[in-house]
């Protein structure tokens, strides 16, 4: 089983910028694992942000992202980001990642990654003023 532990949320004003982290817990690497970020606002459903494949070569985003943030991957320090630029006090939320091992990417629709992500992180908090 892989646990994961996201980093580098904080309080922001709008405009700003975070870089989000998810690694490993305890020295696991989750090198061969599709991993997608996710979302959840106070009193919202938590919602697909964007992914990367386990070879880091291809990312996908949720459409309301529009060039505002960045997946990415280093595989030599096992670690994902989530680059959130021109934050909007609508971006607050706990942000999660999440990984399904074993698998590419391949995924049809948001609501399938969700689904298909079988390690949750405990999530990390933004919050963004205005």
């Known amino acids: 089983q892989v646990q994961l532990v996201e980093s580098g949320g904080g309080l922001v004003e709008a405009g700003g910028s975070l870089r989000l982290s998810c690694k490993a817990k305890?020295?696991?690497?989750?090198?061969?694992?599709?991993v997608a970020w996710f979302r959840q606002a106070p009193g919202k459903e938590r919602e697909f942000v964007g992914g990367i494949s386990w070879s880091g070569d291809r990312s996908y985003y949720a459409d309301w992202v529009r060039l505002r943030f960045l997946v990415s991957r280093d595989i030599t320090k096992n670690i994902v980001y989530l680059q959130l630029d021109n934050l909007k006090p609508e971006d607050t939320a706990v942000y999660y990642c999440?990984?399904?091992?074993?698998?590419?990417?391949?995924?049809?629709?948001?609501?399938?990654?969700?689904?298909?992500?079988?390690?949750w992180g405990e999530g990390t908090l933004v919050t963004v003023s205005s």
């Open positions: 305890s020295g696991r690497t989750f090198d061969t694992a599709a």
């Open positions: 999440a990984a399904d091992e074993g698998k590419q990417w391949g995924y049809e629709d948001a609501s399938e990654v969700r689904h298909a992500m079988r390690y």
